[in-house]
């Protein structure tokens, strides 16, 4: 990679923490904290390895980005704008508005978004779901590529019912390693170290989830 290709990459994610801002503060609601976050591995993944035909979203071959947290709108949507699919007459005055289609979490009424997301979690079991109907149901040559988890945003510490899915959400996409083959790229909002840290009276009921997944 070089010096020019790391500086285009930067201004790529400044571009993104600036539409994030920008939409938000027109809409006068929204989270652009939880957007800035994560600029940067955005900028990266869209930049380098995001293989996806934006004019043709329906295409087999494009791989599938889904955000568990989507609160996070913001940052997808400045991702469309960077890719040329919205305008930022749109981005800025439609995000939050009533009857736009930038609504506060992204839904499937734009074509490039799969599923709707918005609890955090849900993005792992969704795009494990997305990669074996593609596998198994639509039957698509698809590549061996690993289903891939990014991290953004905390443990959902204070969601009872969300503690003791992560583990099973990840044993589920290692087992897809193999069998199925999009790129599946998971905003996830769970991390199953920091539950293991906060929830260490449950360790136990993990690992043998874990395990049990895992066979």
Request: charged share 20%; proline share 7%; hydrophobic share 35%.
């Amino acid at each position: 990679m070089t010096l020019q290709t790391l500086n285009n990459i930067r201004e790529l994610a400044q571009q993104l923490r600036v539409g994030s801002v920008r939409c938000t503060t027109a809409a006068g609601s929204g989270h652009p904290t939880s957007s800035m976050s994560a600029a940067d591995l955005m900028a990266v993944l869209l930049a380098r390895h995001l293989r996806y035909h934006w004019q043709r979203p329906d295409d087999p071959a494009n791989d599938h980005l889904i955000f568990s947290k989507g609160h996070a709108s913001p940052l997808l949507y400045s991702m469309f704008k960077a890719a040329g699919v919205i305008s930022d007459e749109k981005l800025i005055n439609g995000y939050r508005r009533f009857g736009s289609v930038l609504q506060g979490h992204p839904t499937p009424v734009l074509p490039w978004i799969d599923v709707a997301t918005g609890s955090l979690g849900q993005g792992l079991p969704d795009g494990v779901g997305v990669v074996l109907a593609g596998r198994y149901l639509d039957e698509l040559p698809l590549p061996a590529r690993r289903p891939t988890t990014r991290r953004m945003g905390r443990a959902p510490t204070t969601m009872p019912a969300a503690v003791g899915i992560p583990w099973q959400e990840r044993a589920s996409a290692d087992r897809c390693h193999g069998r199925a083959g999009h790129q599946l790229i998971s905003a996830a909002g769970n991390d199953p170290h920091r539950i293991h840290k906060n929830r260490s009276s449950g360790q136990e009921q993990h690992t043998r989830s874990e395990e049990r997944w895992r066979k």
